[in-house]
């Protein structure tokens, strides 16, 4: 899906695949079951929080603050260079963050 500039972006689903690329937007991602792919430029996010229940998470371009792992559990905090913060909470899947 393609954002629109808008002050902040909220998505809730049960279960699927997001690929998102957004521009200037804090970003709220909760999920059941699925894989989350979000792309944006580094100079638009600030703080990143990802938590995975089960399986993985990634953070490319930012500046890595912790990063958690629990047997089957994934948690990542991360700072860009924006402003705009992410905050993604999935309970079974793969998130990926790509900051160019």
Excluded: Y
């Amino acid at each position: 899906m393609e954002i629109p500039d808008v002050e902040h972006t909220i998505v809730q689903l049960g279960v699927g695949e997001i690929t998102m690329e957004i521009n200037n937007t804090d970003v709220d991602v909760e999920m059941v079951v699925g894989d989350v792919s979000i792309r944006a430029p580094g100079n638009t996010v600030g703080r990143i929080n990802l938590n995975v229940g089960v399986g993985d998470a990634s953070v490319d371009g930012a500046d890595i603050i912790t990063n958690k792992s629990a047997f089957i559990s994934r948690s990542i905090r991360a700072d860009g260079h924006g402003s705009n913060d992410m905050e993604i909470n999935l309970g079974v899947g793969d998130v990926d963050i790509r900051l160019f």
